[in-house]
């Protein structure tokens, strides 16, 4: 007889073959609730369930901001006020997905994180959707957003760079997206090119039997105003 556990992880990858992922957050949500740490397969599960409940609302916002803009650059306010309804339909949308994962990162898989990988892990997903979150909010929220994202990347670099090695696949995928955070929220380039040379930087001392040095995070610009 299967456990509860076995029985809403099965029906999550039934939901993920389905592409039903809204149901599949809510299995994977209940296994996270559960009260142990999640397994590789449960963790990656809950993280390919959000990631396309959120990368489809992304999508939709970049298109329907891009229509707007094309509206406004000709001039004619016809339509703006509905395309704007619209975009800000999608922002609520995606505030609730963001706000939703991150509170069961913070009330059940951070706490519960016991290796050094689920915490990099955990962390970086934690940084992922507050970026989500600072791509569309303006003004002080945008800020808040940027800051809390910023905050998150920085604890997992913390602990990728004492328990994981340059290679591994998690410390990669973080200093990728910790780079892109840089360049797209913050604005800076410079520090984008930094993140990507780190993790290579500290592969080829390791791959000949020597300790990678760990490098200090430069600490967050002023994020820049987002486009009204």
């Given at each position: 007889?299967?456990?509860?556990?076995?029985?809403?992880?099965?029906?999550?990858?039934l939901?993920?073959?389905?592409?039903?992922?809204?149901?599949?957050?809510?299995?994977?949500?209940?296994?996270?609730?559960?009260?142990?740490?999640?397994?590789?397969d449960?963790?990656?599960?809950?993280?390919?369930?959000?990631?396309?409940?959120?990368?489809?609302?992304?999508a939709s916002?970049?298109?329907?901001?891009?229509?707007?803009?094309k509206e406004?650059?000709?001039?004619?306010?016809k339509?703006?006020?509905?395309?704007?309804d619209?975009?800000?339909?999608?922002?609520?949308?995606?505030e609730?997905?963001?706000?939703d994962?991150?509170?069961?990162?913070?009330?059940?898989?951070?706490?519960?994180?016991a290796?050094?990988?689920?915490?990099?892990?955990?962390?970086?997903?934690?940084?992922?959707?507050?970026?989500?979150?600072?791509?569309?909010?303006?003004g002080?929220?945008?800020?808040?957003?940027?800051?809390?994202?910023?905050?998150?990347?920085?604890?997992?670099t913390?602990?990728?760079?004492?328990?994981?090695?340059?290679?591994?696949p998690?410390?990669?995928?973080?200093?990728?997206?910790?780079?892109?955070?840089?360049?797209?929220?913050?604005n800076?380039?410079?520090?984008?090119?930094?993140?990507?040379?780190?993790?290579?930087e500290?592969?080829?001392?390791a791959?000949?039997?020597?300790?990678?040095?760990?490098?200090?995070?430069?600490?967050?610009e002023?994020?820049?105003?987002?486009?009204?």
């Amino acid at each position: 007889m299967t456990s509860e556990r076995e029985n809403k992880t099965f029906l999550a990858r039934l939901c993920e073959q389905a592409e039903r992922y809204d149901e599949m957050v809510t299995y994977m949500k209940e296994v996270a609730k559960l009260g142990s740490e999640l397994t590789v397969d449960e963790r990656n599960l809950l993280s390919v369930a959000y990631k396309n409940v959120v990368g489809t609302r992304r999508a939709s916002w970049r298109i329907i901001s891009s229509i707007e803009q094309k509206e406004e650059s000709k001039g004619s306010d016809k339509h703006v006020p509905t395309i704007r309804d619209y975009r800000n339909k999608i922002e609520e949308e995606l505030e609730k997905v963001c706000q939703d994962v991150l509170d069961v990162l913070d009330q059940h898989l951070i706490p519960q994180a016991a290796s050094g990988e689920s915490k990099v892990f955990y962390h970086k997903m934690k940084g992922d959707y507050h970026r989500y979150l600072a791509e569309f909010a303006s003004g002080e929220k945008r800020k808040v957003a940027a800051t809390a994202a910023h905050e998150a990347y920085k604890s997992a670099t913390d602990v990728a760079q004492t328990e994981l090695t340059p290679t591994h696949p998690i410390r990669l995928g973080l200093a990728l997206n910790f780079s892109v955070f840089y360049y797209e929220i913050l604005n800076s380039p410079t520090r984008r090119r930094r993140g990507c040379q780190r993790p290579a930087e500290g592969a080829r001392p390791a791959a000949e039997g020597e300790p990678a040095k760990a490098e200090e995070e430069p600490k967050p610009e002023e994020p820049a105003a987002a486009a009204s």
